[in-house]
């Protein structure tokens, strides 16, 4: 009771004095002591007139803040692969397309969430203070007492404040994303969910891994941008080198000129490195494929296929 009397008090001294639009036209058009309720009711309406443009212009800011936190995030959503990779045909078929619509979609409404809820509370919360102020309320115990609680939650949540900006930088950065096979250090899989504070992965033997966003130090992402499938050919020493090498190199060809593969899985011609390494009992010949995205041990897998059946037709044999 004694804070409100305190500001009624303050606004009708203020308007005595004169501050203010609406006592300044109430005290031209009444004279002084005539109505002694004039400075009260003027100060009252001045005051509702200030925190009302106060909270206007905050909506105003907040409003513009939020349209421009959506378009940063779209447009950073958009990924960090090169542009010739964007273009490839690989990428271009409807389910892939979809993924990746999807994905973007998703980094996109968490990231704008997070950053427009941060702002409403920045934005709304200055505007909370300047109107607690323009009533006459002392801010500086209040402001004490909030930075107390603030030093105490953030010694007490330090962990979790660590995980929340590591995943927001993760998403802004598209690290990874739903359906993509990383590597954390601490576990290997395919990412079934991502949010920010946890990211949870389902490795090859199907158990599921909950890990925190703030202790991932490094990411290996072998879904993103292209993928290499390396496929080593062990031959007896004794075997032709010429022979096998254009043998190599014309399955290779074959594989790269077939639509169903250069379209789709492909990203360049296959190379044939010639020996990779040497032996008193056999030589080994690698090729290498770079393919789309987490596709390479299927191509790795058809390459060897028909390698098995090339040196078949040629009657040639591999070494032990």
């Known amino acids: 009771m004694d804070t409100v009397g305190d500001s009624v008090t303050a606004m009708t001294n203020t308007c005595k004095s004169g501050k203010g639009l609406t006592c300044s036209i109430l005290n031209a058009s009444f004279p002084d002591g005539v109505y002694p309720w004039v400075p009260l009711v003027a100060g009252i309406v001045d005051a509702l007139l200030t925190l009302c443009l106060i909270l206007a212009v905050a ?16 447009r950073a959503s958009e990924g960090v692969l090169p542009e010739r990779f964007k273009t490839m045909s690989f990428g271009s078929n409807e389910a892939s397309t979809a993924i990746l619509t999807e994905r973007r979609r998703q980094r996109a409404e968490t990231m704008g969430s997070v950053l427009r809820s941060l702002s409403s509370v920045v934005i709304l919360g200055t505007a909370a203070l300047m109107i607690l102020s323009n009533l006459g309320i002392e801010l500086a115990p209040l402001l004490t007492s909030v930075g107390i609680i603030g030093v105490a939650v953030g010694f007490g949540a330090q962990e979790l404040v660590k995980d929340f900006i590591a995943g927001m930088f993760m998403l802004l950065e598209d690290q990874y994303g739903v359906g993509d096979v990383i590597d954390t250090g601490v576990a290997t899989g395919t990412v079934e969910a991502v949010t920010l504070r946890i990211t949870r992965i389902r490795d090859a033997d199907g ?10 130090s490094r990411v290996g992402n072998e879904s993103q941008g292209w993928s290499r499938a390396v496929v080593d050919v062990t031959v007896p020493y004794e075997a032709d080198i010429t022979t096998v090498r254009e043998l190599l190199k014309g399955v290779s060809t074959a594989m790269w000129e077939e639509p169903e593969y250069r379209d789709a899985l492909l990203v360049e011609e296959p190379q044939v490195f010639g020996l990779e390494q040497i032996s008193d009992k056999s030589v080994i010949f690698r090729v290498s494929v770079k393919t789309a995205p987490a596709q390479q041990a299927e191509v790795a897998r058809e390459l060897r296929i028909r390698i098995k059946r090339a040196f078949d037709e040629k009657s040639l044999a591999f070494a032990g």
């Open 207 to 216: 158990k599921v891994w909950y890990v925190r966003n703030g202790t991932i």
């Open 59 to 74: 909506l105003v800011v907040r409003s513009v803040a939020h349209r421009l936190i959506t378009r940063v995030t779209l």
